[in-house]
């Protein structure tokens, strides 16, 4: 049974953590350089000078992409700690991620018919 008292090391780590979060936030603002020239404050993006709108409208099959990807990365971490306790959960556990595994292929293949990762239109 759990007791409150079993938290505290969680609580102490995340203590720590804030801790030097926020020290590292403010000893970077307190020590750091704060000379502001016109030089300094323009923008600069791998030496090349800006030009144009930063408001370049993307198509939204790059999005759509990046969604699919981390959608499908994010069910296969939920595969790890399958793999880690393959033997303890014996034949219904192996069930369990084959039905997994076969929704996960069945999102896929709908994915694949509507034409997502398709990249060129070929009207």
Known sequence: METPI???PILIQLAVA?????????????????????????PFECGIESSGNARVPYSVRYFLTAILFVLFDVEVIF???WAVN????????????FLFIGLLLLGFFYVIK??????EDNN
Do not use: C, N, Q
């Open 6 to 8: 079993s938290y505290v």
């Open 18 to 42: 804030l801790g030097f979060v926020v020290t590292t936030i403010f000893a970077t603002h307190i020590l750091g350089p704060k000379r502001k020239s016109k030089k300094k404050l323009d």
């Open 79 to 81: 595969m790890y700690p």
């Open 86 to 97: 393959f033997k303890a959960l014996g034949l219904t556990g192996l069930l369990e991620m």
């Open 114 to 119: 509507k034409g997502a990762l398709k990249w």
